[in-house]
């Protein structure tokens, strides 16, 4: 109910009229009563606030109740507005009252505030799905400034994709001449309580505007360098038909909107089900492994083998295995001959290690796909970084489709703000220590053309650069 505050004293709303409305106070003994026009301007007052039954019988005013209710009305309006954890939102609220002892005193506990904060919550939240097959309310198909945000809503043997993007985030990414992807794995709860495990990928976009794309209980996200998404697409499976399916529907929109979806370098993860679709959807496109990802296969190999403590105590079998990381880094027509001087020379506790990369990284993965030596931009990063921030802004383990779809409307909002800033030619600086590397890169590069150094000892110069990777503090720690 609405409720009117005047000298100290809440007023509930009573009745209203075209012109009039009613106002007396929350003390139901207490004869005090204000009328206002349709504006809330006063018109008439008699708040003398004594009994309707005793006029000796007055009462005094309650700061406190004004504090606990100006409380309960912004937690509740961030309870309908926000998909936040209820506990988080009212532990916040509370301390940022500063409410006094006695209104501290007198506000119901968290714990008792749940149930009726949960109610208010599911009123405005439609029915969780119990399958694939659901409707979307009108709420959940545009953005926060009602423009048109659901772009492809198909059933597909028993799958469902959706594709999430307004029209100024395609155009952003049609303009975009490289493309980053990537994929990590996420869950949602449905109504019958059971968790359905999912995947979600993102296709991001980098280098000239950045944006993403996700995809139905896997978000595909395309970012770029300055880090949002642009084309969320979300869908129940994982495979190269998917795949294609949604590229080519990226297809038809850019005709749409009169613009060429041509990229000239894609880089993604090393997902076999990428691969053929991106060849056949993009053939003048060259195709990327992201080298964090190359990386972090040989860290993984590592650990699989046993050979954790070996790495982190032998210093020589540590510079052989970031040698054997640092291979992405030559020129492509010397990685073949390195690689055989690596084998012949590797002490013989690493021998399943190099048998696994020959076996794999040598002869079934095109050495075209993750030799990254020419390229100053070698990893999804971007990728990676965008996954951060927006499980952080999910911030639930198992969500569900309506607060997901709720935190990339929030996101859209984000991507907003930094298409303006890329139109007003403000980005984010690379770090001190991304210039630095850089820097390393091309020297070493410099050297080795001008025969001023070997293949081996250029191979070991770039060892030295993996070996400052973060991911490699964490093998040893």
């Not at 309960?72 to 309006?77: A, G, R, T, V, Y």
């Not at 301390?95 to 109610?119: E, F, G, P, Y």
């Not at 650069?465 to 973060?470: E, F, G, N, Q, T």
Request: charged share 30%.
């Amino acid at each position: 109910k609405r409720v009117l505050v005047c000298d100290g004293y809440v007023y509930h709303l009573n009745k209203s009229c075209s012109k009039v409305k009613y106002w007396r106070c929350d003390n139901r003994l207490c004869a005090a009563v204000i009328h206002t026009d349709i504006n809330d301007q006063f018109k008439v007052r008699k708040d003398d606030h004594s009994s309707r039954k005793d006029d000796h019988l007055s009462h005094l005013s309650s700061p406190e109740h004004i504090e606990i209710l100006s409380l309960k009305s912004n937690i509740k309006q961030r309870v309908v507005t926000e998909a936040t954890r209820i506990g988080r939102i009212y532990d916040e609220e509370v301390a940022k009252a500063q409410l006094n002892q006695t209104a501290l005193s007198i506000v119901a506990s968290v714990q008792d505030a749940k149930s009726s904060l949960n109610r208010i919550r599911r009123f405005e939240t439609p029915l969780l799905p119990k399958s694939c097959r659901f409707d979307i309310p009108t709420l959940y198909n545009h953005t926060i400034n009602v423009e048109r945000f659901l772009l492809y809503d198909k059933m597909r043997r028993n799958k469902r994709i959706l594709i999430f993007a307004t029209d100024d985030q395609l155009r952003v990414l049609f303009k975009a001449k490289h493309i980053l992807m990537d994929g990590f794995p996420c869950v949602f709860a449905l109504l019958t309580g059971h968790s359905s495990s999912i995947y979600k990928e993102m296709l991001q976009q980098l280098e000239e505007e950045a944006e993403r794309l996700q995809m139905d209980f896997v978000p595909n996200q395309i970012t770029t360098d300055f880090e949002k998404a642009l084309v969320k697409p979300l869908r129940t499976g994982r495979s190269s038909s998917i795949y294609k399916e949604m590229l080519q529907q990226l297809e038809e929109e850019a005709e749409r909107l009169q613009m060429d979806f041509v990229p000239n370098q894609i880089t993604t993860d090393f997902e076999k089900a990428l691969v053929k679709p991106l060849r056949e959807q993009f053939p003048g496109a060259r195709h990327i492994g992201c080298f964090f990802h190359f990386c972090q296969a040989i860290y993984r190999k590592i650990r699989e083998l046993g050979l954790s403590n070996t790495y982190k105590d032998d210093a020589n079998a540590r510079n052989f295995c970031r040698r054997l990381m640092a291979l992405p880094l030559l020129p492509l027509n010397e990685v073949e001959f390195a690689f055989e001087e690596l084998t012949e020379q590797c002490p013989d506790v690493l021998a399943p290690l190099f048998v696994y990369f020959d076996n794999y990284w040598m002869k079934q993965i095109s050495l075209i796909l993750w030799n990254v030596s020419d390229l100053k931009t070698r990893t999804n990063n971007n990728c990676e970084g965008w996954h951060n921030r927006f499980n952080r802004r999910v911030d639930k383990m198992h969500p569900n489709i309506w607060h997901f779809i709720d935190v990339l409307k929030r996101e859209e909002v984000h991507f907003q703000q930094k298409l303006l800033h890329a139109k007003s030619d403000f980005f984010k600086k690379q770090s001190k220590r991304t210039c630095i590397i850089q820097e390393r890169l091309e020297v070493l590069a410099n050297h080795f053309s001008n025969n001023e150094i070997d293949v081996n000892e250029y191979l070991e110069g770039l060892s030295m650069i993996v070996a400052k990777d973060k991911t490699e503090k964490k093998l040893n720690s």
